[in-house]
């Protein structure tokens, strides 16, 4: 059974950065892509960045330039990097796995509980 667990979120000023970790199990990790979400309260939740099997990135216009998504293979890892935060970022950010096609269109039967990030003003 596939297992992705997030972490690293907080509380954060607006200017500063975090670093969320999604630790996966269960799944042959380096044949996936993985993709960061994130729905802030009221709102559906959206796509924020993406990374295929072969390392090929993709980034929503609202965090390019700002956020990095990464992956450890060997620590069946994604990263997702968020600097230069804005109010507008706060939200909760998931992480889910599958092809980099999937990844992309953000449908999936489930999530996990996913990490806070609260940006201030």
């Known amino acids: 059974q596939v297992q992705l667990v997030e972490s690293g979120g907080g509380l954060v000023q607006a200017g500063g950065s975090l670093r969320l970790s999604c630790a996966a199990s269960g799944t042959t990790f380096s044949d996936n892509a993985f993709g960061w979400y994130r729905q802030a309260p009221g709102k559906h939740r959206e796509s924020v960045a993406a990374?295929?099997?072969?390392?090929?990135?993709y980034y929503a216009d609202a965090v390019e330039g700002r956020f990095t998504i990464s992956r450890d293979n060997a620590k069946n890892t994604v990263f997702l990097q968020m600097n230069s935060l804005k109010p507008e970022d706060t939200a909760v950010y998931y992480c889910?796995?599958?092809?980099?096609?999937?990844?992309?269109?953000?449908?999936?039967?489930?999530w996990g509980q996913g990490t806070q990030v609260t940006v201030s003003s």
């Open positions: 990374i295929s099997a072969a390392g090929t990135t």
């Open positions: 889910n796995q599958g092809s980099f096609g999937v990844v992309l269109g953000g449908v999936f039967r489930s």
